[in-house]
Every structure is written in structure tokens, then in C-alpha cells.
């Protein structure tokens, strides 16, 4: 059961590429996160989806698109890049029994430079 | 919208001491609290929860935390620390629609002395 993965595990980007870090789960989660950490601030959501078609915007949205067309699949689109966004990115997904919410999984990082 | 605070940035103590790490949300709802940790360089691993029911709860590496509604505290404690326990601590609240995201405080970084 590989869980929550991640990549690439590290990215390197020039100022205004866009890029897509992939997320995918097998555990028939029906929520997924994203969430990027920055020394000092914690981890920050960026966008979050209940289920396949659905997606809500977290507290740091701007600069970052998402879609979810799979239970499984949950990338994270940066539309132009900027040195702002360099930080570690963690997806994670979770599920509800009987109305009770699980707690996350989370993927082991993407790790991202934007030069 | 729902925020956590966890007291004190960095916390030191000595191998079998205890450790308290403080956690307190603001919610007008009653929350889903949970404690995860990071180990350097790694991903985050859930150590416990509080969803409904007994206040004190028990998770794993001899960890535990009591969630006070009057206190708005969650604070997490383990009797005895070991050097493995050397990591970063976060604290998060549920948010969003029926409870979905988490948002997390800015962490505690333990540090353990022999």
C-alpha cells in the first residue's frame, strides 16, 4: 500500500515557468490537501477538495490552481512561478467514518526552488 | 475563520523529563484537534486526535493530550522524554466544510539532552 506519493521529490524552477507537482493516494480517500510549510510559519493550506469535482481554497490560494477529475489524483498547478513560492509542498488525504473525520496522510514533500 | 497557537517555539528538556507542549485554538464550533510530528527531513505523522467523546487521549510513543473546552487547550505531554522524541511538533484544528482541512500553528521544535 504505497499511500500518499509525491512528485517530483525536488524542482528547480527559472521565475515564470509553470510547473505541476502530482499527488495521488490509493486508499480511496475522498479528501486531499495541499499544503506548502515555510521555515517559522507552519504548514499554510493552499487548496483542499472533499471529493472528485470539488475544490475549496485554503488560506494561501493565490498563485496556484487545482483539479480534482480522480478520487486518486490531486495535482497542484503553478501558473507562473515566483521566488515567493519556493517552500516544501505536502499533499494528504483522508476520509470520514460515520461523519467523523480521520485526520490526514501526508506525502513525504516536494521540495521546490524557484530561482 | 479558526487559528491555532502553540506557546513557545522551542522547547528543551532532559532525557526523562517531562514534556508539555501548549496548544490552543479559537473556534466558535467545537473543533477536530489533532498533534502531528516531523522528523528532519521527513513528512508529517499523525501522534493523535480528539474528534468526539473521552477528552484525554492517548496516541502513540507514549504521548498524550487532553482537549479543555473552558481552556480552548489541547497541550500535548508524555511523561518521560527520550532522545527519539528530538523533532517538530504541530498542532491543527479542522476547518472547512464538515470538518475536511487542517489548519496547523507554527510549531515546536523539541529539543531532548542527555
Known amino acids: 500500500n504505497a499511500g500518499v506519493t509525491q512528485t517530483p521529490k525536488f524542482q528547480v524552477l527559472k521565475t515564470g515557468q509553470s510547473m505541476t507537482l502530482q499527488c495521488a493516494q490509493d486508499m480511496n480517500h475522498e479528501y486531499m490537501s495541499w499544503y506548502r510549510q515555510d521555515p517559522g510559519m507552519g504548514l499554510r493550506l493552499i487548496h483542499y477538495s472533499v471529493g472528485a469535482g470539488i475544490t475549496d481554497q485554503g488560506e494561501v490560494p493565490n498563485g496556484y490552481n487545482v483539479s480534482r477529475s480522480t478520487t486518486e489524483d490531486f495535482p497542484l498547478r503553478l501558473l507562473s512561478a515566483a521566488p515567493s513560492q519556493t517552500s516544501v509542498y505536502f499533499c494528504?488525504?483522508?476520509?470520514?467514518?460515520?461523519?467523523?473525520?480521520?485526520?490526514?496522510?501526508f506525502g513525504s514533500g516536494t521540495r521546490l526552488t524557484v530561482v | 475563520a479558526q487559528s491555532v497557537t502553540q506557546l513557545g517555539s522551542h522547547v528543551s528538556v532532559s532525557e526523562g523529563a517531562l514534556v508539555l507542549l501548549r496548544c490552543n485554538y479559537s473556534s466558535s464550533v467545537p473543533p477536530y484537534l489533532f498533534w502531528y510530528v516531523q522528523y528532519p527531513n521527513q513528512g508529517l505523522q499523525l501522534l493523535l486526535k480528539y474528534t468526539t467523546g473521552a477528552t484525554l487521549v492517548k496516541g502513540i510513543n507514549g504521548f498524550e493530550a487532553e482537549f479543555k473546552k473552558s481552556e480552548t487547550s489541547f497541550h500535548l505531554t508524555k511523561p518521560s522524554a527520550h532522545m527519539s522524541d528530538a523533532a517538530e511538533y504541530f498542532c491543527a484544528v479542522s476547518e472547512g466544510q464538515a470538518g475536511t482541512a487542517l489548519i496547523f500553528g507554527k510549531g515546536t521544535t523539541l529539543s531532548v539532552s542527555s
Open positions: 494528504a488525504s483522508s476520509y470520514s467514518t460515520g461523519g467523523v473525520f480521520g485526520g490526514y496522510t
